[in-house]
């Protein structure tokens, strides 16, 4: 594919310790900035402790490089890819360095968020610009691919890692099993400035349409913050709760929407945690795998990549809201009262 205006992609993402010695500074590289007390941050540093001081996010994030680089060299466009991270090596302004070092003018970015926030979003187009400036005029102009909670790739990648899920319950018991999606909290002042709630449930309505499964329940998780500050609620740990007070649950599905590659967020907060709760409560958990590198979402990538460069676009979305912009307008979700960027 010839004259194409970019000559690079960046994956963006969130960054994770990798060894024991790299959990408490990038949880400082987290909070930095952040009124957390260190109290706090060692509790969270505890949680590493239980996988070895290693998240899953950079081995996942290195498996999804690997992939977009095959479906790119296989099917175009002929785009070298590059990977960065927010809070841990290889860091964001390390690789924009690389990248100016490289001759890279103009690149494409795909952040791992599906979804509308602050955190999902616009702290990551903040995080180019902080990178851009500090390696100086040499470095890229970057454009963030839009988001595409709506996405059919999305959307069917997940149907599928919900039937995979439903597929370990017995057969007689699967209609019946309880279907819960999850994704992480905000604060309601935060939420009520982005369309990130509005967009997770349409995701959900349009995987659970194609599952042919009218009972499903969205629910938050990974919440912090100061107990008299108002979250989205219900907790997923609450709602569980609160449904075996009322009702007979034996199964329940757990599909962590919100996320799309494994990390602290969902194996501590649902493996351990939840599935604990579920344990004492007599409750068969299964949770969903996350979208990680199923084939469907690599293909859902490069497609992205061509409506940016297409001179008549294809812009796949399903649903009512259609697809997401490719530049975000001034003051759209903004920080808030607090960011809800916590330890993955």
Request: hydrophobic share 40%.
């Amino acid at each position: 594919m010839e004259n194409i205006p970019y000559d690079a992609l960046l994956l963006l993402s969130f960054g994770g310790p990798e060894k024991p010695d790299d959990v408490l500074p990038f949880l400082e590289n987290v909070l930095r900035g952040k009124n957390v007390p260190r109290q706090r941050m060692l509790e969270v540093a505890e949680h590493y402790d239980l996988f070895g001081g290693i998240s899953p996010i950079n081995a996942q994030n290195r498996a999804l490089l690997a992939a977009i680089v095959r479906e790119l060299n296989q099917h175009g466009p002929n785009l070298p890819v590059y990977w960065g991270n927010r809070n841990w090596h290889p860091l964001l302004e390390d690789t924009v360095r690389q990248m100016a070092d490289d001759g890279i003018r103009r690149a494409l970015a795909l952040v791992t968020s599906a979804y509308s926030s602050y955190s999902g979003c616009r702290q990551y187009l903040e995080d180019i610009e902080a990178a851009r400036d500090a390696v100086g005029p040499d470095a890229p102009r970057i454009d963030k691919l839009r988001i595409f909670y709506n996405h059919p790739g999305f959307v069917e990648t997940m149907v599928d890692r919900v039937l995979s899920a439903l597929g370990e319950i017995p057969a007689d018991r699967r209609d019946a099993a309880r279907l819960i999606y999850t994704a992480h909290s905000l604060p309601i002042a935060m939420a009520r400035r982005c369309d990130y709630e509005q967009q997770l449930r349409e995701t959900c309505r349009l995987v659970s349409e194609r599952l042919g499964r009218e009972n499903w329940s969205l629910a938050w998780q990974s919440r912090s913050g100061p107990p008299s500050q108002p979250w989205l609620e219900p907790d997923v740990g609450d709602l569980i709760s609160q449904w075996h007070r009322t009702e007979a649950i034996q199964d329940l599905v757990l599909v962590p929407i919100g996320f799309l590659s494994e990390h602290m967020e969902v194996v501590f907060d649902l493996d351990v945690e939840i599935r604990g709760l579920c344990e004492q409560l007599g409750i068969n958990m299964v949770r969903s795998s996350l979208v990680g590198c199923h084939p469907r979402f690599v293909r859902l990538i490069r497609e992205l990549i061509l409506e940016r460069i297409d001179a008549h676009p294809q812009r796949l979305a399903l649903g009512q809201y259609g697809p997401g912009h490719d530049v975000c307008p001034p003051g759209c979700c903004p920080r808030g009262e607090r960011a809800a960027d916590s330890p993955q």
